[in-house]
């Protein structure tokens, strides 16, 4: 087994009593059908890397846990409204048998190291692309540094911004949310600055 990392060790002792041992059975099932795996954090949850690369993950939630494959095969899909790949797991029982967890564990990584996309949901359809009205433009432009930051955002910052004007219901309030948006860009903020923190 790679060497475990003290981050999860203190992620499991401070889930809730039912989810311990459930996240213990899938801590140790992915490293025995892939040896060669790493464990991290990411989004403040257990991640499972292979070759550098996302496998799997897992989390604890105040009545369920969750786990999902990055790449994946054969695996039932989630329940609605439950992320991860089975859906709502509350006890060992909603889990597959250890051997049919572990094929499906070796064939996300298969998968994974021949290069495959991260499945996607069918039923999530893909978000439309959003145009930049010609008024918010014009406001980024006119105002120094305003576009510069707007253009080196990551694409969904830069949908944060368009939605929230988008949305305006009147024009009186999509004049107020552009040029608050323009003050936010000049300085370099996020849409949702005041959240970053938390």
């Known amino acids: 087994?790679?060497?475990?990392?003290?981050?999860?060790?203190?992620?499991?002792?401070?889930?809730?009593?039912?989810?311990?041992?459930?996240?213990?059975?899938?801590?140790?099932?992915?490293?025995?059908?892939?040896?060669?795996v790493e464990e991290t954090i990411k989004w403040s949850r257990p991640?499972?890397?292979?070759?550098?690369?996302?496998?799997?993950?897992?989390?604890?939630?105040?009545?369920?846990?969750?786990?999902?494959?990055?790449?994946?095969?054969?695996?039932?899909?989630?329940?609605?409204?439950?992320?991860?790949?089975?859906?709502?797991?509350?006890?060992?029982?909603?889990?597959?048998?250890?051997?049919?967890?572990?094929?499906?564990?070796?064939?996300?990584?298969?998968?994974?190291?021949?290069?495959?996309?991260?499945?996607?949901?069918?039923?999530?359809?893909?978000r439309a692309v959003l145009t930049m009205p010609a008024d918010f433009a014009a406001t980024l432009d006119a105002t120094p540094g305003a576009r510069q930051h707007f253009d080196a955002f990551a694409p969904s910052k830069q949908r944060d911004y368009l939605e929230w004007v988008l949305e305006a219901k009147r024009a009186d309030t999509r004049a107020r949310r552009i040029a608050q948006a323009a003050e936010w860009l000049a300085e370099g903020k996020a849409r949702h600055w005041k959240y970053e923190a938390c």
């Open 1 to 36: 087994m790679a060497i475990p990392d003290p981050r999860i060790d203190a992620y499991l002792a401070a889930a809730p009593a039912f989810a311990q041992p459930i996240l213990a059975r899938l801590r140790e099932d992915v490293h025995a059908a892939c040896p060669d």
């Open 47 to 126: 991640h499972f890397l292979l070759d550098g690369q996302l496998l799997c993950g897992m989390s604890a939630f105040k009545a369920h846990c969750a786990f999902g494959f990055w790449a994946r095969e054969g695996a039932e899909p989630g329940q609605p409204g439950a992320m991860g790949d089975y859906g709502r797991i509350t006890a060992m029982s909603d889990l597959p048998s250890r051997a049919e967890l572990r094929r499906q564990i070796r064939a996300a990584a298969a998968l994974l190291q021949a290069g495959a996309p991260r499945a996607r949901k069918a039923d999530r359809p893909a």
